[in-house]
């Protein structure tokens, strides 16, 4: 079945610590994108990336970092340069273009005490 | 960014009601898009709008695209126990492929 992939689905951290969430996808999509989420809150952008080896910053990328090596992949490291780094974490992918909706993985819970 | 006002935050109802959530934005927007997200999990897309004054239903939802483009809402009819969740609308405005989201409305749904 074609999807994206998130894991580990809950990761714990002392404070300090940098830690690498994964996202795979195989649905062939482009485009690939990071958000945080609050408790109730909504969406908030991190990185995207349109293409292979080129990423941009969203709207909150302080404290963290993204590379772009393979299609597939898009992982997301949140640094110890992050403040607030517990939240729950949404990996998204798309195909190009304007219309493209965003198709979402299952998301990992970071928790950092 | 752009900003997106979702409302209501919140709804508790009781099962077999209708409901209705909108969203509204100062700017216009060229795609519209309401997400369901069950808890812990991720967001799934519900029904897709390219076009102002576009209906479209998905079972027993129906949403529609503001005809000035900045707004949209999306309705639920005869509300069942498994429509709880949070409910995202997301809009796209200008040439880029981002999306803006709002803040989402809680529904609770009382058997």
């Known amino acids: 079945d074609g999807g994206i992939t998130q894991s580990p689905k809950y990761l714990f951290r002392k404070e300090g610590q940098n830690v690498t969430l994964s996202c795979e996808q195989n649905l062939n999509h482009d485009a690939m994108y990071w958000y945080r989420q609050d408790p109730g809150q909504g969406l908030r952008l991190i990185y995207y990336?349109?293409?292979?080896?080129?990423?941009q910053k969203g709207d909150i990328a302080e404290g963290y970092s993204v590379s772009r090596e393979k299609k597939e992949s898009f992982p997301l490291t949140v640094t110890s340069a992050q403040k607030n780094p517990t939240a729950f974490y949404l990996c998204?992918?798309?195909?190009?273009?304007?219309?493209?909706?965003?198709?979402f993985g299952n998301g990992t819970r970071l928790t950092v005490t | 960014g752009q900003q997106l006002n979702q409302s209501p935050q919140s709804m508790f109802i009781q099962e077999g009601e209708d409901v209705s959530m909108n969203c509204t934005s100062s700017s216009i927007f060229n795609t519209w898009l309401w997400y369901k997200q069950d808890p812990g999990e991720g967001p799934v897309l519900l029904i897709a709008l390219y076009k102002a004054g576009e209906l479209t239903s998905n079972g027993r939802l129906t949403a529609q695209f503001g005809i000035t483009r900045k707004d949209s809402f999306l309705n639920i009819s005869a509300s069942i126990p498994s429509d709880v969740g949070i409910y995202f609308c997301?809009?796209?405005?200008?040439?880029?492929?981002?999306?803006?989201f709002g803040g989402g409305t809680r529904l609770m749904v009382k058997p």
């Open positions: 990336s349109q293409i292979v080896n080129d990423f």
């Open positions: 997301a809009g796209r405005y200008g040439a880029g492929n981002m999306l803006t």
């Open positions: 998204a992918s798309s195909e190009t273009g304007t219309s493209s909706p965003l198709h």
